[in-house]
T-cell receptor, first 115, second 110 residues
């Protein structure tokens, strides 16, 4: 089955700086790669996703890049703000390409924004 | 829309007891999922369903059962609770690939 590795486990950056979180996956058939933000005591919230036919996607201060050959994808957050502090999870799925596949998650990155 | 709702929010069970975790979604999604999250870990898939009457096992199904009699509801049943089932349980639903999660149920088995 799929295996997703995520690094680092903790990331501390100064407010206003950029943060990068990296993930690798093992199943070359995976074709959908979402990123989730989880705040304390809450469920994961989808913040951005990318499919295997796209190399990069951007939404305001958040971007995701995908390298299918190397089987890794990354989350980039620019101009970090205190409200960005949370645990971020990467995930992968999708041999079938539809909604039937569950997600395989990385272990998470605790992002700390220092004022 | 309320999205995905889960009840209860918290529960303490004794070893050997049983309980059902409730999950309801009002987005008319066909796909629904149950995950568990252990401390410091990512979420692991327990069971999923592609529509009413159809369920399938995920990565960690042992000790759990599910049913899907309607599009809206996807309850998770623990028959004989064990300490290893202490975890936070999340239900999710999706139309296609994008999964939307409920707020979770924190379960402690002692």
């Amino acid at each position: 089955g799929e295996n997703v590795e995520q690094h680092p486990s903790t990331l501390s950056v100064q407010e206003g700086d950029s943060a990068v979180i990296k993930c690798t996956y093992s199943d070359s058939a995976s074709n959908y790669f979402p990123w989730y933000k989880q705040e304390l005591g809450k469920g994961p919230q989808l913040i951005i996703d990318i499919r295997s036919n796209v190399g990069e996607k951007k939404d305001q201060r958040i971007a995701v890049t995908l390298n299918k050959t190397a089987k890794h994808f990354s989350l980039h957050i620019t101009e970090t703000q205190p409200e960005d502090s949370a645990v971020y999870f990467c995930a992968a799925s999708g041999g079938s390409g539809g909604g039937a596949d569950g997600l395989t998650f990385g272990k998470g990155t605790h992002l700390i924004i220092q004022p | 829309n309320a999205g995905v709702t889960q009840t209860p929010k918290f529960r303490i069970l004794k070893i050997g007891q049983s309980m059902t975790l409730q999950c309801t979604q009002d987005m008319n999604h066909n796909y629904m999922y149950w995950y568990r999250q252990d401390p410091g870990m990512g979420l692991k898939l327990i069971y999923y369903s592609v529509g009413a009457g159809i369920t399938d096992k995920g990565e960690v199904p042992n000790g759990y059962n599910v049913s899907r009699s309607t599009t809206e509801d996807f309850p998770l049943r623990l028959e004989l609770a064990a300490p290893s089932q202490t975890s936070v349980y999340f239900c999710a639903s999706s139309y296609l690939s994008e999964q939307y999660f409920g707020p979770g149920t924190r379960l402690t088995v002692t």
